[in-house]
Structures are given as structure tokens and as C-alpha cells.
């Protein structure tokens, strides 16, 4: 290949022959996730046709949207690909935590427990949880929480999670990928055993598995190993980076008609929400998604092995089974994290010529550094990073809708921490 093209980023022929160096090391990684790309295509491709999708499904609906074809095959589809008896896909759902809150909200009632076996949930959950007190919370409506943290080594403690469900106990709570903390992401097969065994203390439990960042990185979903309800983020891994907002919710069918329930009026359920002409998006971004999936585990891995060869530490370290888009880097100092996502945004396609620089933010106890170029605002299936400004000053790694991005994102990271003085290559 002609590498001019490279140049025109500012990148210098030493990042560029770094890059080469590594790429042979990622070559057996790169052939498994295509091959898991092959196989989730091939299971959203059957999805559809055995749904009869044509293209009076992606017409637009306002008002309340009553008998909207489209919307509900849409939500037959989702179901068919996750193994679920029913689908709730609505740009109503605002984001992640919102599909999330909707799960637990309508199946969680006043007097019954929330079980997470797996350690403090994402930042977000905590207020709706109640852990951190908020409006509207869980907690408010006499819904309680317990947690059972992970063993030191990063694996479930079986003792802990068998005393803690109780009488109460109504729900289990497992988030899949670690989020911004620094425990390993789970695999659907762990996540399988964790769920068999909740079971097994008793058998009614609802189990839930916070899916964000986990559609399409693994042939299965948690819904295939026993999982009863799942959530997720239409700006993340499932809507293909053409959706433009939404959530969904999918599972067992009594649970999902709660959560309809909930998200419009008791009453009115799934039968209501106009499509705000955003269905075509759905169902086009979800066929793209097990690729687009693919580019960014690509990336991730690309940045990995880059900055392993370098001497940083790794979460997850190169090689290693992916359950999740997420890469975690230790760069150690306040500065490589800017010189790092200020590389991340001189890659963007949108808004390449801003400079990210840590800020305050809400709900935040540290500063915050973020650098995203997104075509949708605030979404994380598209090249971005971002991390708290404390030890051990990782950044997150995450996306790409192509791996040829990701990959001049990476090169562009690694730039501006030699340009900063931060790195010899
Ligand atoms: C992103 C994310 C959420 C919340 O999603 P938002 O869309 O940001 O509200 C919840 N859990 C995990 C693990 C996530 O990655």
C-alpha cells in the first residue's frame, strides 16, 4: 500500500513502521473475530428473511403509531437474533441506562431486593439503583439493593452470592462489561454459569444482564446462556452506528410487556410509540452490526498489542478472549491521557480540529477527559476515548465503524504522545 495517503495526518514514518511491526501480531486475532463476525452475520441475515422484512416496514409513523408493521418486526427480528421471546427496539428508549432502568423499574416492585453478584454496577445505575440517592430512584419506591463484590481475583464469589439472595431477592443485576472500572468483562459463557447458579439458590429469580458494549462480540448473547431480560444502547454495539438514538430491552415475554408497559402506560404497552422515521436506521444498522462490531474489537486489539509492545498495561492484554468493544490503557500520567485522546481526536471525522482538555463534570468525582468525533452525538460505537483523571490514568478505548479508522486513530494516539516527548519509537 501507498503510505503518502499517511502522511497528509501528520504521522510520522516512525509510527507508521511501529504500526507494521505490530500488525503481524494480531494477525490469529483478526481471524477470530472475523470468523465470529461471519457467523452473527449470518444469524441477523436469517433473522430478517425469516421475518419477511420488506420495505413498507421501514415507512414512517407519527402520532401514536398504532399498527405500526414495521416497528414490531423490527422488535421480532431483535428477539430472533438474541433469543429472546420478545423485543422492545424504540427511540423512546433514550440511552443505555434508560433501557436499563426500564427492566428494573417494571419488574422490580415496592418491598422486593436487588441482587448484584457482580460488584458495583456503572456509575449511572448507581442513582437509579438509589446507592447514591436521586429522584426517582429504586430505592424511592422501597425497592432494595445488595452487592456482592468479586473475589480478588476477578472471579464470582459463589459463598457471598448463595447468603445474599434471600426471600426478597427478585432480581440479579450482572453487567457484562466492566465499564470504566478495572475488573475483566465477562464472557457469555461465564455469565451462563453465574446465571445457572442464581437459579439454583432459587429458582424464580429474574436474572438481567446489562449487554452494553457486548452485542455481536461472541457468537452468543446472554439471552442464548439463561439470561431472562437483557438491555442495551442503540448508540453502541447493536445499531450499527446508523442508528441515531434508542435502546432496547429483550427477553422472556411477560418481562419485556412490563417493561412496554412502563416505558408508555400500563394499558397501552408495546401497541403504542411512532417510529419517528427511524426504522430503516434500525434495521439497516443492526444488519451492519456484526460488522461494524468487528472493526471496533479490531481496534481494540490493534491498540492493545501497540501499546503492550510499548511497555503499558492492558485491560484486556493483547490476545486475550474479547467479551466486550472496551480497551482499558494504564498510560500513567495526567499528560499521555491528553496527548493520547487529543490523537484519538485529530482522527475524527467530525470535529477533528477541537482539543480535548479535562474538565469537571457532573456526577464525576475527578476530572474528565473525552475525545469523540462522532457523526451521533455521544456515540461510543464510534471511534472515541475517554477516562478519569486519577491513578492509574487509564483511558478507554472504544469503536471504530471501520478498522482502517480505528487504526489511524491509533497511530494518530501514539503520534502525539511522541510529539508530547512521551514516547520514543
Ligand atoms: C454505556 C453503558 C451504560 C449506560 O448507557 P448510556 O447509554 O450511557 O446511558 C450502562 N452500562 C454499561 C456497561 C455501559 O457501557
Not at 463476525?37 to 421475518?51: I, R
Not at 433469543?83 to 424504540?90: I, K, P, Y
Not at 436474572?207 to 444502547?233: L, Q, R, T, W
Amino acid at each position: 500500500m501507498n503510505k503518502e495517503i499517511y502522511r497528509q495526518f501528520g504521522l510520522d514514518d516512525k509510527v507508521l513502521a511501529f504500526a507494521d511491526t505490530v500488525l503481524p501480531s494480531v494477525q490469529e486475532e483478526f481471524a477470530r473475530i472475523d470468523a465470529i463476525a461471519e457467523y452473527n452475520q449470518a444469524k441477523v441475515l436469517h433473522a430478517m428473511q425469516e421475518c419477511g422484512v420488506n420495505v413498507t416496514h421501514f415507512n414512517p409513523s407519527t402520532g401514536y403509531g398504532n399498527d405500526d408493521m414495521g416497528r414490531e418486526v423490527l422488535e421480532k427480528v431483535y428477539a430472533l437474533c438474541f433469543g429472546a421471546e420478545d423485543a422492545l427496539v424504540r427511540p423512546q428508549i433514550t440511552c443505555g441506562t434508560h433501557a436499563l432502568y426500564l427492566a428494573l423499574s417494571a419488574n422490580l416492585l415496592p418491598g422486593d431486593e436487588l441482587l448484584s453478584p457482580v460488584g458495583a454496577p456503572y456509575d449511572t445505575m448507581e442513582e437509579v439503583i438509589g446507592i447514591r440517592d436521586a429522584v426517582g430512584s429504586l430505592k424511592e419506591y422501597g425497592v432494595s439493593y445488595r452487592q456482592v463484590d468479586l473475589l480478588p481475583d476477578g472471579t464470582f464469589d459463589y459463598e457471598g452470592i448463595r447468603r445474599a439472595i434471600n426471600e426478597k431477592t427478585k432480581m440479579v443485576t450482572i453487567q457484562r462489561s466492566k465499564g470504566y472500572a478495572t475488573r475483566p468483562s465477562f464472557g457469555v459463557a461465564e455469565i451462563g454459569k453465574l446465571i445457572a447458579f442464581c437459579k439454583q439458590c432459587k429458582p424464580d429469580v429474574i436474572c438481567m444482564v446489562d449487554n452494553c458494549y457486548g452485542e455481536f462480540v461472541e457468537e452468543k448473547d446472554p439471552i442464548h446462556v439463561g439470561a431472562d431480560i437483557m438491555a442495551g444502547s442503540l448508540i453502541k454495539n447493536p445499531g450499527g452506528g446508523l442508528a441515531t438514538t434508542g435502546g432496547y430491552v429483550c427477553g422472556r415475554a411477560d418481562l419485556v410487556e412490563r417493561c412496554a408497559c412502563r416505558l408508555t402506560a400500563p394499558g397501552l404497552g408495546k401497541e403504542l410509540g411512532a417510529n419517528m422515521n427511524l426504522l430503516q436506521s434500525f434495521f439497516q444498522g443492526l444488519f451492519l452490526a456484526p460488522t461494524v462490531v468487528a472493526s471496533a474489537v479490531k481496534g481494540a486489539a490493534f491498540a492493545a498489542a501497540c501499546y503492550e509492545k510499548l511497555g503499558y498495561r492492558v485491560v484486556p492484554a493483547s490476545g486475550e478472549v474479547r467479551h466486550d468493544i472496551i480497551q482499558c490503557i494504564e498510560l500513567g500520567s495526567r499528560e499521555a491521557m491528553i496527548a493520547f485522546c487529543r490523537g484519538i481526536q485529530a482522527a475524527a471525522p467530525v470535529d477533528s480540529y477541537a482539543t480535548p482538555t479535562p474538565s469537571a463534570m457532573a456526577g464525576y468525582d475527578s476530572e474528565i477527559i473525552m475525545a469523540a468525533g462522532a457523526f451521533n452525538q455521544g456515540s461510543s460505537i464510534e471511534l472515541s476515548t475517554d477516562g478519569p483523571i486519577r491513578p492509574p490514568y487509564a483511558v478507554y478505548f472504544q469503536g471504530g465503524l471501520t478498522w482502517y479508522h480505528a487504526k489511524i486513530g491509533v497511530m494518530m494516539s501514539l503520534q502525539k504522545m511522541m510529539e508530547a516527548g512521551l514516547l520514543n519509537l
